[in-house]
């Protein structure tokens, strides 16, 4: 009696785990940073280039008619490069990282489109390294900030299969403005990438 109530308990959690599991998804994607630009004025040349890549792992906690919630977990990884040529050359390379989990909402209007909208909070740290050469000088800054960030953005899933989709994204992390560098407060990316259903 002990042994099938314990084998009964244990598939009911098993069967329970892949209940769950089936309403998880995790995606991978690859964009470009912004703001990217490229300035001429007063005989100074700038340009700036950004690409980022995010690992997002979301389970769903509540299903209706009109939609999905789920708990997600974004990681953002950036890389950011800004060259000044001027009366001396200054290149800066910023790494970011951010971390943000939050909840999703996502409604599918098709049977393979889904539209979904996603806010969350938790960290930014921002990482950067200057070189200045000029006027008989060689100088070199590493610095690190880690502050509060706001995460929110939406995009759209097209699922090719049951288990795999093709999904696109922008999303903006808010810190407080002028950390992570001179682009002030917002921090977007514009992002696209696979999705994996299971």
Do not use: C
Not at 60 to 88: N, R
Not at 117 to 138: D, E, I, N, Q, R
Not at 191 to 198: E, R, V, Y
Request: glycine letters at 14%; proline letters at 2%; charged letters at 15%.
């Amino acid at each position: 009696m002990k042994s099938a109530l314990i084998r009964m308990i244990l598939a009911s959690a098993l069967f329970a785990g892949v209940a769950v599991a089936q309403n998880s998804d995790l995606a991978l994607l690859l964009g470009a940073a912004g703001p990217i630009s490229s300035t001429i004025a007063n005989g100074i040349v700038s340009d700036s280039v950004g690409v980022g890549f995010q690992i997002n792992y979301a389970a769903q906690l509540h299903e209706t008619k009109a939609g999905q919630l789920y708990l997600e977990l974004p990681l953002m990884l950036a890389k950011q490069v800004k060259s000044t040529v001027g009366q001396g050359v200054s290149d800066s390379v910023k790494g970011s990282i951010f971390f943000t989990p939050g909840v999703r909402w996502r409604f599918t209007p098709q049977k393979r489109v889904s539209f979904y909208a996603a806010a969350g909070a938790g960290v930014g740290s921002f990482g950067t390294t200057t070189l200045f050469f000029g006027h008989g000088v060689v100088s070199t800054n590493i610095g690190r900030t880690t502050t509060a960030a706001l995460g929110f953005g939406g995009g759209i899933d097209f699922r090719l299969t049951r288990l795999l989709s093709l999904r696109a994204e922008g999303r903006d992390f808010v810190t407080l403005s002028g950390l992570g560098g001179s682009e002030g407060r917002n921090h977007a990316f514009f992002m696209a990438g696979i999705g994996f259903h299971f």
